[in-house]
């Protein structure tokens, strides 16, 4: 089945220690994007790639890079995390941009910061 | 600014229906999703509206009045299954998806 992965499920990573996490995608959608969500909060857009494009949003903090290989992966780069960057992180695909197509997420990476 | 408003719970019986509401402020609009989410997962896609009406699908049906900035979730026969966090989202004139902070359902026997 076409789906969105994402791995690790679980990561803990010690407090300024840098962290990876990676979603791949079997779609073959042009635009990935990655959100941090945290407990009974919306998802917040952190930036998007259409194909090798990359957008981030204004608020976006410099701690938080990105990066897409290929159509199939994409990163989320941590360099260096904070307590308050336990959350949960999720990567969806999409179609188009300009389209209105629904997201398709991964089922998430819960990260624990100690 | 943009947002999207939501009850933050809503609690209902098994068997029963319940209406979750959202109204919207965006630049533009491009349509109105709802994703239900399940504890500690990921959001999965419900139904999508763009023009006004009821959309049915099954035990579920959403409804959008775009001159009202409003729309509403409608779930008969509740199961114990369909306890979860439901999340609003519109796109605006630029394709951004404005997210809700999603509705708790809370569904007792």
């Known amino acids: 089945d076409a789906m969105v992965i994402q791995n690790p499920r679980y990561q803990v990573t010690q407090f300024g220690k840098p962290v990876t996490l990676s979603c791949s995608q079997t779609?073959?959608?042009?635009?990935m994007y990655w959100y941090q969500q945290k407990s009974s909060q919306a998802p917040k857009l952190l930036f998007h790639?259409?194909?090798?494009?990359?957008?981030n949003e204004a608020d976006t903090p410099d701690n938080f890079q990105s990066r897409r290989p290929n159509t199939s992966f994409c990163f989320l780069d941590i360099r260096s995390p904070g307590l308050g960057d336990a959350a949960m992180y999720l990567c969806?695909?999409?179609?188009?941009?300009?389209?209105?197509?629904?997201?398709?997420f991964g089922p998430g990476t819960r990260l624990t910061v100690t | 600014g943009q947002n999207i408003d939501q009850p933050t719970e809503m609690t209902a019986t098994e068997g029963a229906i319940v209406q979750i509401n959202c109204t919207y402020q965006?630049?533009?609009?491009?349509?109105l999703f709802w994703y239900q989410q399940h504890a500690g997962e990921a959001p999965t896609f419900l139904s999508y509206?763009?023009l006004d009406g009821l959309e049915e699908k099954g035990r579920f049906s959403s409804f959008l009045s775009r001159s009202k900035g409003y729309s509403y979730l409608l779930l008969k026969e509740l199961q114990m299954k369909d306890s979860a966090s439901y999340l609003c989202?519109?796109?605006?004139?630029?394709?951004?998806?404005?997210w809700g902070a999603g509705t708790k359902l809370i569904i007792k026997p």
């Open positions: 969806a695909t999409s179609r188009g941009v300009s389209e209105t197509g629904e997201q398709y």
């Open positions: 779609l073959n959608h042009n635009v």
């Open positions: 790639y259409y194909d090798k494009d990359f957008n």
């Open positions: 989202a519109a796109y605006d004139s630029n394709y951004q998806l404005i």
């Open positions: 509206n763009v």
């Open positions: 965006t630049s533009g609009f491009n349509g």
